[in-house]
């Protein structure tokens, strides 16, 4: 069997298959926790109907979108207006892949993950910006070209937060970004101004990313009817839903690698795939407090926010990152790499 699994495509595959199905049935239910929490904090009681405590509720809202007509508008685009859903799941998904669950649990270890990470998740606003150019629908395009401006914002803040650790660590490898810091301590906190900080910057920066309130503009309900997807029915609604969620997961899985030490112990206690589960779920509860929380930035604040005070935010903490590994605890020590597979094998 590890013979097996020693070849690097089936490798990937294996571990693809069950990132993504692990990642699809948590990103399900989730919807249910969220409704469940969210009733809590209103004195509402969420879902009860369908299945103990609600629990069966995510498969009802399959199938019901399952069973809706599908409808595309008679001056749309129909090729793009099709092939925009399915490409924000992709691209949701496609981060998940160098994402390290465990010392061995990746599916790709890329000397390059973090790039890989943040091209991905910078990919995600195309297939926004085509589903609002394709509905020729005035308040799918408006939101289309908020979510552009949007994505382009706050993918600058979001690059600076994710090159702290490449800056403190030496690698931009996400797998020897966890390795260090189980020699070194979390981020978080072996470095406690600058990285906490940039934790603080990454994780907000990445709200706006995946369009969750407080910076969800390219939706506002009240404005906008549904942004870019007002004129979508059934699945393919069901789709754009999907992979908000999914970004989130593994925005949160991410941001756990890199700051919260990943499979690393608390107290250097059994390190494991438990831990980085844990955490990315404690991340993932978190948004969904701020979500039912905090209310919708204005467009005028949204950007406010990002190019006066995130943007130089973010440059001081590369500049700090860097100074801190030059006269710092971190001078002189970068991330050990990961073996070789024929190392491995040898092993």
């Excluded at 989730?30 to 498969?59: C, D, H, N």
């Excluded at 991410?254 to 059994?270: D, E, K, N, R, T």
């Amino acid at each position: 069997m590890d013979a097996w699994l020693s070849n690097p495509f089936v490798h990937g595959l294996v571990y693809g298959v069950v990132v993504v199905t692990a990642l699809m049935t948590v990103t399900a239910w989730s919807i249910w926790f969220e409704r469940k929490f969210a009733g809590r904090m209103q004195s509402r009681t969420g879902p009860t109907l369908v299945g103990p405590y609600g629990l069966l509720q995510p498969l009802a809202d399959a199938l019901k979108l399952l069973q809706k007509e599908d409808i595309v508008p008679k001056d749309a685009d129909r090729v793009l207006f099709n092939v925009a859903p399915p490409l924000t799941v992709l691209f949701a998904l496609g981060a998940a892949a160098v994402v390290p669950w465990g010392p061995e649990q990746i599916a790709a270890d890329l000397d390059v993950g973090v790039l890989f990470i943040l091209a991905m998740g910078g990919m995600v606003v195309f297939p926004v910006w085509i589903a609002g150019w394709a509905s020729n629908n005035k308040y799918a395009l408006l939101g289309g070209m908020r979510s552009v401006a949007q994505g382009i914002s706050y993918e600058i803040p979001l690059v600076m937060a994710a090159l702290v650790p490449v800056v403190l660590c030496g690698s931009m490898s996400v797998s020897d970004i966890v390795r260090f810091q189980l020699e070194h301590g979390w981020l978080i906190y072996s470095a406690p101004v600058v990285g906490f900080l940039a934790f603080l910057l990454f994780f907000l920066a990445s709200l706006a990313e995946a369009n969750r309130i407080p910076f969800d503009i390219p939706e506002a309900e009240s404005e906008l009817v549904a942004g870019v997807t007002t004129e979508y029915t059934g699945m393919k609604f069901g789709l754009f839903y999907l992979a908000e969620y999914l970004h989130t997961l593994v925005i949160s899985a991410v941001a756990s690698a890199l700051f919260l030490g990943g499979w690393g112990g608390i107290g250097g206690l059994a390190p494991g795939l438990h831990w980085m589960v844990l955490k990315t779920l404690l991340l993932f509860g978190a948004i969904f407090w701020i979500r039912w929380t905090l209310l919708r930035f204005r467009a005028d604040q949204l950007m406010t926010l990002c190019w006066k005070y995130l943007v130089p935010g973010g440059l001081a903490l590369v500049m700090a990152a860097a100074a801190w590994v030059h006269w710092g605890a971190f001078a002189g020590t970068t991330a050990t790499p990961a073996p070789a597979p024929a190392e491995q094998g040898a092993r």
